[in-house]
């Protein structure tokens, strides 16, 4: 079975200063997704990047980016200029690309502050 | 921009009652799906729906849940007799092509008393 950890629960950040978050996983399969989902404290979980791991290049969506290694099992989430706004739970999840597994396997979570 | 819907925000049961958690996914989206966090844990998969019939259920989702696509819009979550530990924020889901990325509704908070 699969599994994703982030190993940090918490981290802070200044605002507009850049942050990473990490997340690692494990499997034995070579075609799979990964994402990144923020929950802010309304509570909706939202779609922040996500990568497919046939593609060498790492995926972006402005400041949002990912240091996606393949080989280490690690999926890092990179904000760059961090807001208020961006304080949230983070959690990275998995995919399988099998067919016929639909599921996310989700980390435990990471809580970013952002201070002012 | 679309959303998904869930209602209620937040509902109390009594334990061995039944609830049911409704979802309105996005119109255009084929693939749908139950999630629960249990307070202060992870998000875990429930179940997905496609095609009008369950595609993958968790060990969770046991013969007290069911799920139901009534009327091609909404999208329930049934519970048949509820526990305490079936107190939980449930998330739905909507996908429009499998691996796009889920749209997640704001959740239900079920707390069974």
């Known amino acids: 079975a699969q599994t994703v950890t982030q190993s940090q629960p918490e981290m802070s950040v200044q605002e507009a200063e850049t942050v990473t978050l990490s997340c690692t996983y494990d499997?034995?399969?070579?075609?799979?997704?990964l994402f990144w989902y923020k929950q802010p404290p309304s509570r909706q979980m939202i779609l922040v990047i996500r990568?497919?791991?046939?593609?060498?290049q790492n995926a972006t969506e402005n400041r949002f980016s990912v240091n996606f290694q393949k080989a280490a099992k690690s999926f890092s989430l990179k904000i760059s200029d961090s807001q208020l706004g961006d304080a949230a739970m983070y959690f990275c999840?998995?995919?399988?690309?099998?067919?016929?597994?639909?599921?996310?396997?989700f980390g435990k979570g990471m809580k970013l502050t952002v201070n002012p | 921009e679309p959303e998904v819907t869930q209602t209620p925000s937040h509902q109390v049961t009594q334990m061995g009652q039944e609830v049911i958690l409704r979802c309105v996914p996005i119109?255009?989206?084929?693939?749908f799906y139950w999630y629960r966090q249990i307070l202060g844990q992870k998000v875990e998969f429930l179940v997905s729906?496609?095609?009008?019939?369950?595609?993958?259920k968790s060990e969770i989702f046991d013969d007290q849940f069911s799920v139901e696509r009534p009327d091609g819009s909404n999208f329930t979550l049934k519970i048949r007799s509820t526990k305490l530990e079936d107190s939980a924020m449930y998330f739905c889901?909507?996908?429009?092509?499998?691996?796009?990325?889920?749209?997640f509704g704001s959740g239900t908070r079920l707390t069974v008393v």
């Open positions: 999840a998995y995919r399988s690309a099998r067919g016929g597994s639909e599921k996310l396997v």
């Open positions: 499997t034995s399969e070579s075609d799979y997704y």
């Open positions: 990568q497919e791991a046939y593609k060498q």
């Open positions: 119109s255009n989206h084929l693939y």
């Open positions: 729906f496609y095609n009008n019939e369950i595609s993958e």
């Open positions: 889901a909507s996908e429009t092509e499998i691996n796009y990325g889920y749209t």
